[in-house]
């Protein structure tokens, strides 16, 4: 089966074309961060614009770069939620138009399914069940993978998401946009205990990262000089650490208390060299297989979202062309730690 999956939830627009759901045959992505770095994040109308002049060359592009034309496509998946709702909009209601016009099913696709799902793009693939961390701008979310479609919530953030906590430090700090991809750079070369953050909720599965925001602008504000440009290193990797330390840590606990000896690690932020070095190094003490897709896969993408619809298209699932954007898309609802 040639899916052709479509994403446009955020600041990215992008199509591709999968075979079988396993199989990448394009994957083209148009990126507004230029457009949004001046503003120190995204904004909604902008990107909602951007994506309707994207979103047609970006899909063309895909085609070409697979060899195929639409002829050859027979079904279509686009995320639906969660993310921006103008958007989503864009991405669906194009989906829509090439599904009625060829006569093809279409799906709405969970847009953190398809993080999770990324990892059967990669060359090695994890066998049901699995512990999947989802670390990405909005959300930071540990849970029981089943099997597609079926997931137990394990924790996930109750405040900041991780994501959003590498974005707002860099705000604090005049770093640049995006955050994450700044002070992964500049940790590099800093010492990851010059200054003491807090680690919260150690003895919870959830996850809080607001507090730790507020601990390094506290830090800034007591401080008697100003920061020189040769700490920047130095307190980046200190605050970078504290995020890497609770997001492994929660993670592997995960494992050890559900007996899972595989975890995957998807999501904009598992593009972070400092939390894929971490999980290979501690789950390989404790026995466990960890699983990170290739970088690209790992931030917003169109190809992850094929991979889910190709499951759901093979089972005969298709959406009506009423179907609607939505904002907020929870994985699942209820904990599964409860029953541990």
């Known amino acids: 089966m040639l899916v052709l999956g479509i994403e446009s939830s955020c600041d990215e627009t992008a199509a591709a074309v999968v075979h079988n759901g396993a199989s990448l045959l394009s994957n083209v992505i148009a990126s507004q961060i230029d457009v949004h770095s001046k503003y120190g994040g995204i904004v909604p109308e902008i990107a909602s614009r951007k994506h309707i002049e994207a979103i047609v060359p970006v899909i063309i592009q895909a085609l070409n770069d ?12 686009v995320t639906r939620g969660p993310g921006l709702v103008g958007s989503l909009l864009v991405g669906l209601s194009v989906a829509k138009s090439i599904a009625f016009a060829q006569g093809i099913p279409f799906v709405g696709v969970n847009h953190l399914e398809g ?3 990324a990892i059967f793009l990669s060359e090695e693939k994890p066998d049901f069940p699995f512990i999947a961390l989802v670390v990405s701008g909005g959300h930071t979310i540990v849970c029981l993978v089943q099997n597609f479609g079926d997931f137990s919530i394990i924790g996930q953030t109750r405040d900041d998401a991780a994501g959003e906590a590498f974005d707002k ?13 700044v002070i992964d750079k500049l940790a590099k070369s800093g010492d ?32 008697e000089d100003p920061i020189t440009e040769n700490e920047i290193p130095d307190i980046v990797a200190s605050y970078q650490e504290a995020i890497v330390d609770v997001l492994i840590e929660k993670t592997l606990r995960a494992a050890e208390n ?3 000896k595989k975890v995957v690690v998807s999501g904009g932020v598992a593009a972070n060299s400092r939390l894929r070095d971490g999980f290979y190094e501690k789950a390989k003490n404790k026995g466990i297989e960890v699983f990170i897709p290739p970088i690209i896969m790992c931030t917003d993408n169109a190809a992850m979202i094929a991979v889910v619809g190709d499951n759901l298209l093979r089972k005969g699932e298709k959406d ?16 599964v730690m409860k029953q541990v």
Request: positive net charge.
């Open 115 to 117: 993080h999770i799902a």
């Open 192 to 223: 990851t205990a010059y200054v003491q953050f807090p680690r919260s909720m150690k003895d919870s599965m959830d996850f809080s990262f607001s507090g730790l925001k507020t601990s390094l602008l506290n830090y800034i504000k007591k401080r």
């Open 169 to 181: 430090a860099a705000k604090m700090l005049d770093l640049g946009y995006p955050g994450g991809v």
């Open 258 to 260: 559900l007996s899972i």
């Open 320 to 335: 009506h062309f009423d179907l609607n954007a939505i904002s907020r898309w929870p994985l699942e609802s209820w904990s």
């Open 66 to 77: 697979a060899g195929v034309s639409l002829g050859d496509i027979e079904g279509i998946a």
